[in-house]
């Protein structure tokens, strides 16, 4: 089966109807472009910057070390995009040993302060961070992500942040690039919430991993609500597809970077809801490759909203 799945890799990914789909990697460390090149990936949809940031004790990457890890990220795509997200730590990501116990003092830290509350936080560190990443971008195409924002005001203060950090490297004479700016789409309040991301974002990426912990209220990482965990909950599906259709709309980039979109059972239901990118594991590329190769999204949209508006969509996915 691998093998014959190896066969796909310089195949396009296009459904049987000629819809061109985009299939990025998700990686963790800059090592990982290798094999999401070799898996054939058309860029990175989803670098988890805070793996730079764990398991330090507390001493975080300076702006130097971060310019590097980013520029080789870059460097390793080969001129393909790639997509940084801004340093997401706290919750089931902490920083430390100490930062763990430190969580351990709240009773719910995936609704503490992680992510970009993190960051907004602690404006210098997050300003050293946007320098790293926008110093990155004069060495190929970068998009800047920004996970876990639920707030205008929270949107806003990011803009200004990364005004100010560009201002910054003007001011030293550092030379930089242009990004594209994304926000993820996690929060079920983001969700509902479209048209103010969309006045300041060029893209939007489902983050549907945390997208479902929040609609659902499962912490994705307890095990013993595990079984309530369901990507296919009527809820959850329709504040993908909202977005998705919002963004379409409107002619900005969407993609889903949660577990979702590398899940080969999900394929023809995220195609059926007008996804046109998917970011995932490099491992599973090739998998969900072949389920758009055999897709007809035509058929696959009507199909699409009688699962929606069903009881079970799970039994519905499994009887296609
Ligand atoms: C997600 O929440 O779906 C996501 C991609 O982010 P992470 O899994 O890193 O929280
Ligand atoms: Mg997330």
């Not at 310089?10 to 109807?17: E, K, L, S």
């Not at 930089?176 to 969309?198: N, Q, S």
């Not at 974002?201 to 489902?206: E, G, K, T």
């Amino acid at each position: 089966e691998r093998e014959r799945l190896n066969r796909l890799k310089h195949t396009p990914a296009v459904t049987m109807d000629g819809q061109h789909i985009e299939l990025l990697a998700n990686i963790e460390m800059p090592e990982d472009t290798l094999g999401a090149v070799k898996a054939g990936a058309v860029g990175v949809g989803l670098f988890r910057s805070e793996f730079l940031f764990m398991g330090r004790n507390g001493k975080l990457p300076d702006e130097e070390e971060q310019y590097l890890a980013y520029r080789k990220a870059i460097e390793g795509m080969h001129g393909l995009p790639v997509t940084i997200r801004t340093v997401d730590v706290g919750s089931d990501k902490p920083l430390d040993k100490l930062a763990e116990k430190a969580q351990d003092s709240h009773l719910n830290p995936a609704m503490g302060l992680r992510a970009i509350r993190w960051s907004l936080a602690d404006p210098p560190m997050f300003l050293t961070q946007l320098r790293a990443i926008l110093r990155s971008a004069a060495h190929g195409q970068v998009n800047l992500l920004v996970p876990m924002l639920a707030h205008a005001s929270e949107i806003r203060q990011t803009m200004r942040l990364i005004d100010h950090a560009r201002a910054i490297l003007d001011s030293r004479g550092v030379p930089y690039g242009p990004v594209r700016l994304g926000a993820m789409i996690e929060i079920p309040a983001a969700a509902l919430t479209l048209k103010v991301f969309l006045k300041y974002f060029d893209f939007l990426s489902i983050g549907t991993n945390d997208l479902i912990q929040y609609t659902l209220a499962i912490d994705r990482a307890d095990e013993s609500v595990a079984h309530l965990y369901d990507p296919c909950h009527p809820a959850v599906l329709r504040l993908v597809a909202d977005t998705i259709a919002e963004c379409d709309a409107q002619g900005k980039g969407v993609s889903v970077c949660g577990e979702m979109a590398g899940d080969p059972s999900m394929t023809r239901l995220l195609l059926g809801l007008g996804l046109r990118s998917f970011s995932m594991h490099p491992s599973q590329i090739l998998a969900i490759k072949q389920q758009i190769l055999r897709a007809d999204t035509g058929k696959l949209a009507s199909w699409a909203e009688q699962v929606m508006a069903s009881e079970d969509p799970a039994a519905m996915l499994q009887s296609y």
